[in-house]
DNA sequence: AGGCTGACATCGT
DNA sequence: AACGATGCCAGCC
């Protein structure tokens, strides 16, 4: 039986990356949705962040966009929380930014292949 | 029923 | 190289 790629496995996928981010790194909306196969619609990973926000067993303040950039920050309970955690996690974070961000980049289809 | 928005990314000019 | 416009898919008005 051929897993059927149900959206609500994109979901759970989309869960399952982000929980499998190393302490210490970050990964993008992009390179998820294109380990998943929906290269191009990384707006659904955002999606999938916010329905998985209510779970809150996901560390989503380690996705960012490709720029390093908190975008979603502001979708947190509190927007200082994901610039907290990041460092609480030895990432350095500037102006909603993150530093080194290509060196702190983790990326599914590379490392979790 | 149709159209807009949205935690982004990529292509085109 | 930088800016503008379009695409993706789902939810909401």
Request: charged share 25%; aromatic share 8%; glycine share 8%.
């Given at each position: 039986?051929?897993?059927?790629?149900?959206?609500?496995?994109?979901?759970?996928?989309?869960?399952?990356?982000v929980r499998l981010i190393p302490k210490?790194?970050?990964?993008?909306?992009?390179?998820?949705?294109?380990?998943?196969?929906?290269?191009?619609?990384?707006?659904?990973?955002?999606?999938?962040?916010?329905?998985?926000?209510?779970?809150?067993?996901?560390?989503?303040?380690?996705?960012?966009?490709?720029?390093?950039?908190?975008?979603?920050?502001?979708?947190?309970?509190?927007?200082?929380?994901?610039?907290?955690?990041?460092?609480?996690?030895?990432?350095?974070?500037?102006?909603?930014?993150?530093?080194?961000?290509?060196?702190?980049?983790?990326d599914p289809a590379k490392e979790l292949l």
């Amino acid at each position: 039986m051929a897993e059927k790629a149900d959206k609500k496995n994109f979901f759970e996928d989309v869960y399952e990356v982000v929980r499998l981010i190393p302490k210490g790194r970050v990964t993008s909306y992009g390179s998820i949705a294109s380990y998943l196969g929906s290269k191009g619609s990384a707006r659904m990973v955002g999606w999938a962040l916010i329905a998985s926000h209510p779970h809150s067993k996901i560390p989503t303040h380690r996705v960012v966009n490709r720029v390093g950039m908190l975008t979603g920050k502001q979708h947190f309970d509190e927007p200082n929380a994901m610039q907290e955690r990041l460092e609480q996690e030895g990432i350095k974070v500037e102006n909603n930014q993150v530093v080194d961000f290509e060196k702190l980049f983790w990326d599914p289809a590379k490392e979790l292949l």
